[in-house]
């Protein structure tokens, strides 16, 4: 009788993404990184539940194909009682309600970075992630948020970007009152038209100008407003609309926009963008030139935004479609659950696919090594010196240093080659006739003392 | 017309825990001091995804009753087609489908460590987490794993909670091989019987011997093993299960053992128990005295373990009931999804319900103190040296300070109110004929250089 074993061979799902322990230990980096720059700013961090009540991820009513509903697998009678639960889909919404719910004990302005899993039911066929990370900061204040603060999270989000080491990175940024004012000053109004021109407008690097126009025409040729005026206007708007040095550029070409097209410089929302805007880009003027652009085409899907908007290009990763970071400010998004007026800024990055794709496609930008965080490997030179060599190992490592003891008294050469094959850039032999180092990188074995050893810099 | 808002007021969700800024500080800070002890014992990290194929979490199939299966709100035809997904409940069975899968880039002995949330569908009335954080480590070989791993994970974890600062720490270990040699020395072979007879055991310590004894007396009155020389064999177990100090009081004891009860000698299971438990105890020797205690008693209620076996009393939190961090070494996990021999041995600490019971029952511990990670406040004196204060910041900052910038020229009061709101230890005043900073614990207010200013120690 064979007692052969029942094997269960597992796949892995799609959508839900998994790092081998040399890419886990470079995201962890990435993490600790994006973490350093988000608290150096003074965010505070919050975690909120995996899970919200359905009705308060629903709340907003837009993104409900999405969700991800749980239950308990041997679920019964008592379980109809309780609020049905689902995974949340971004961490704005936990935000809002976490806000809302612990009001009293949070000090206002109120500045929190969040770094969760999050959860979309997306079809995998699309290659889209089902489960990824985002790295959030946002700022939320009762009643009024200073302007500053929209340039506060597109400079710290510059310095993570820019510190993560993949090429160079392009915050653009835009004022929804702008081109909101100016579609309203040519008679557009109606805020479904405002979105449907808008989206039309985002087109323009990707179709080209005269593509863009064609659709406007298009879309519009019944409605009520002015299209003989609206075309060659919004023409003006497209021409002026990539700003590529500050606050200067930005007060030339709006004033160019107020005296060439009609109606623009009676128009309150508008000036007030360009003010906003302005402002922004002023106190941005410390980035390098490529950092930030003004781009009046901006606008970002998202319905709740009322002013800034970013998004970002990493201009070296073509192989990155999209933004990688983006944003806005909103006027008031705790106002589902709290009886407050709560207005906010906040920038994202989709952490998970950038991470994915600049691993996948740019291994020059991401250098994945070591399998292990250990700087030093301890041989074990024979069992009656095990305690010595773990002796050894706690002195190094009560200086700061990660240290592995080999496991069993083999031959040198074994020991060495599972250091050089994990990784570990130090292997130490702890010989009762005195200590050596080896430094695996082409180094010789020297002499050295655990008490006083330095990583040679 | 009056436009009442629609307020959704969301309530927290039972078992579901979730915490303040000031209080995720600290858990922070933990989760720090966890990830730098397991790293510095040179573990590596590793993330799963929050999900696994149904069929994968219950290849075991004792734990469905507390699994959550996920799913789309709105699910369609094609979803059926896909394997069902469910929240792990655990990291030692994703663990094992990971190392399965990835065989063959892995390095073996594979140490891993792993700390994220894990869910159980438990009712919410027993006042039980249903989501909640583990900090697990294992380590994984092939076909055999070497003895000394057993005593250096206990090692890592007492070194983990000793730092936590929550008072003193007892790790208490066991080999389940000497309690099964014992018993089937006795004539107990069924392993029912076995695990019966164990359960009782765990007992004495609340319950005392003479409880113990005559339960086990009531559950085998109808067995086919000899209960009247059982009885007294448990009576002499029970005395020398506890051992305070170390090897030697194991030998002296398990040497009793083996000449006081008839048959203990000459089971060659029971010998290696000793040894094995002995070889861990004398590994564990640098530790102080509390740290460790020897105790034939413990068994643990998993099925899986079958030699070394771990529980962690916090001797000086007796709020904590039940044991902090727990483990042992297994056969054979990954067994069901590779056709390989993979023992292991791992210990696992239950983190979010130990945080929560520090927090609420000793907060003379944990120290919850700033709602902020800044170190330093910087005052905005006025709108013009808005660039001027970002600056001072942005030095600061390069120099490893986390410093946040007040966002409007308020009065100096009002902003020093905020740091002291936030718990930001010190106010940085950028004024234009000299800059000062002031310690907010009571401290003058005194010259300061950005460039070369520090937190004296």
């Known amino acids: ?52 009540e359905l009705d308060v991820l629903t709340a907003k009513g837009e993104v409900d194909k999405e969700i991800y509903v749980i239950e308990r697998l041997h679920k019964d009678e008592n379980d109809k009682k309780e609020a ?13 309600r976490y806000v809302a719910m612990n009001f009293n004990d949070l000090v206002f302005p109120f500045k929190r970075y969040q770094m969760q899993r999050v959860w979309r039911g ?17 700022i939320i204040n009762v009643d009024s948020l200073p302007i500053s ?40 109004t109606d805020p479904d038209d405002i979105i449907k021109i808008t989206r039309t407008l985002d087109k323009v690097e990707k179709i080209g100008e005269d593509e863009v126009l064609k659709i406007v025409e298009n879309d519009f040729k019944d409605s009520d407003f002015n299209l003989a005026s609206l075309l060659p206007a919004l023409e003006i708007y497209l021409d002026v609309a990539p700003i590529y040095n500050g606050t200067e550029e930005l007060m030339e070409n709006t004033d160019f926009l107020r005296s060439a097209v009609k109606g623009v410089n009676e128009n309150i929302v508008f000036h007030h963008g ?28 998202l319905d709740y935004y009322t002013g800034t908007v970013y998004e970002t290009q990493l201009l070296d990763v073509p192989e990155f479609t999209g933004s990688v970071c983006s944003g806005g400010r909103y006027d008031d998004l705790a106002g589902s659950y709290i009886n407050k007026h709560l207005p ?39 069992e009656e010196e095990r305690a010595h060599a773990h002796d050894t190992a706690r002195t190094l ?25 994990k990784g570990i850039p130090f292997v130490w032999f702890p010989f009762k006739d005195g200590h050596q180092v080896k430094d695996m990188n082409g180094g010789d074995q020297i002499p050295a003392d655990a008490a006083t050893w330095e990583i040679a810099t």
């Not at 597992?10 to 608290?39: M, T």
């Not at 049905?84 to 809002?96: E, I, Y």
């Not at 929209?150 to 004022?175: F, H, K, P, S, T």
Request: positive net charge; proline residues 5%; charged residues 25%.
């Open 397 to 421: 490592r009560g200086r700061g240093y990660n240290v592995e003891v080999y496991h069993a008294a083999r031959k040198i050469p074994d020991q060495m080659k599972y250091a050089s094959k």
């Open 344 to 382: 906010g800024v906040g920038i994202s990055i989709g952490f998970s696919r950038l991470f994915d794709v600049i691993k996948q496609k740019r291994p020059d930008l991401i250098k994945i090594g070591a399998k292990s965080p250990a700087h030093i490997m301890m041989v074990l030179p024979s």
């Open 149 to 188: 603060f929209d340039a506060e999270v597109a400079a710290v989000m510059y310095e993570v970007l820019e510190g993560l080491n993949i090429g160079r990175v392009q915050l653009r940024i835009n004022n929804r009152k702008i081109l909101m004012g100016f579609l309203q000053s040519q008679g557009v």
């Open 122 to 138: 997306e079809r995998p066929q699309m290659g889209r992630m089902r489960e990824f990370y985002q790295c959030d900061i946002d």
């Open 84 to 96: 049905r639960l689902a995974l949340h889909f971004d961490q704005t919404v936990p935000m809002a």
């Open 274 to 301: 360009i003010k906003e805007l302005g402002f922004v880009l002023d106190n941005l003027k410390h980035l390098p030139k490529h950092a930030v652009k003004g781009d009046l085409t901006i606008f970002r899907g």
């Open 1 to 52: 009788m064979s007692t052969e074993k029942r094997i269960y061979k597992p796949k892995s799902i799609a959508g839900f993404p998994e790092w081998l322990p040399e890419e886990r230990l470079v995201e962890q980096k990435w993490f600790d990184h994006i973490r350093r720059v988000f608290e150096s700013y003074g965010f505070c961090n919050i975690e909120t539940p995996s899970v919200e």
